[in-house]
């Protein structure tokens, strides 16, 4: 029984000491990989949407006129002439602060 305590005693820790780091199933790698890119995504959208809304202050400040929506805002008869990229534009536009907060509030 003395025998069995000097071995465990005389047993040297190994040379490296950084915790080993346990390999995920592939299932889960792929929902975290999804859950940062969701999150990524958002906050795109999120800084693109402040963007332009500060785009159109900083228009109407300089300017007195809103910029970005005379550029952005749904027309169906200049959707008709070609310029597509007012189906998703009006996405970004917004009236007043109050607008855009609770657009972005809201779940």
């Known amino acids: 029984m003395n025998n069995g305590m000097t071995n465990l ?3 040297t820790p ?3 000491e950084t915790p080993r780091q346990v390999p995920l199933p592939p299932t ?3 929902n975290l990989k999804f859950e940062v890119d969701k999150v990524r995504v958002t906050f ?3 800084g693109m949407t402040v963007a332009v809304f500060v785009l159109q202050e900083l228009s109407i400040f300089l300017y007195g006129i809103d910029i970005p929506a005379a550029m952005g805002a749904k027309d169906n008869t200049l959707i008709l002439q070609g310029q597509v990229w007012r189906l998703f534009t009006p996405l970004l536009l917004h009236g007043s602060i109050t607008h855009i907060f609770f657009n972005m509030y809201a779940p």
């Open 44 to 46: 795109f959208i999120l």
């Open 28 to 30: 889960v790698r792929v």
């Open 14 to 16: 190994p040379e490296d």
């Open 9 to 11: 005693q005389n047993q």
